[in-house]
């Protein structure tokens, strides 16, 4: 029901800006948030935002470079990416909240609803 879109190809140091809209039902009353997984890894908490849209949460590697937001006219999450570096590469997913449990987030299971993943790939 979430459609991940916007990656791509870059060279370290550049940008790329990640969007996230859903298939059916808007989800602008959610929490929402972005995770990626890398060859090889689990998959990690990248950032989060409460459904009022006035908290954000990032893991400490992306806090600085990358923003998250959301468009509630387009219905869209947006994850700004800045200075891009090799170890940002991976495929990037984002969830939504719909049980709104908590504005603080950290983790997958805090999050119930799950859309297809965007390659990001960042050469040095």
């Known amino acids: 029901q979430l459609q991940a879109s916007g990656g791509g190809s870059v060279q370290t140091g550049g940008s790329l800006r990640l969007a996230c809209e859903p298939s059916?039902?808007?989800?602008?009353?959610?929490?929402m948030g972005w995770f990626r997984q890398a060859v090889g890894k689990e998959r990690e908490f990248v950032a989060g935002?409460?459904?009022?849209?006035?908290?954000?949460d990032y893991a400490d590697s992306v806090k600085g470079r990358f923003t998250i937001s959301r468009d509630n006219a387009k219905s869209v999450v947006y994850l700004q990416m800045n200075t891009l570096r090799p170890g940002d590469t991976a495929v990037y997913y984002c969830?939504?909240?719909?049980?709104?449990?908590?504005?603080?987030?950290?983790?997958?299971?805090?999050?119930?609803?799950w859309g297809q993943g965007t390659l990001v790939t960042v050469s040095s």
């Open positions: 935002l409460n459904w009022l849209g006035t908290r954000t």
């Open positions: 969830a939504a909240d719909t049980r709104r449990l908590t504005e603080n987030y950290y983790k997958e299971a805090q999050f119930n609803y």
């Open positions: 059916k039902r808007p989800f602008n009353n959610y929490g």
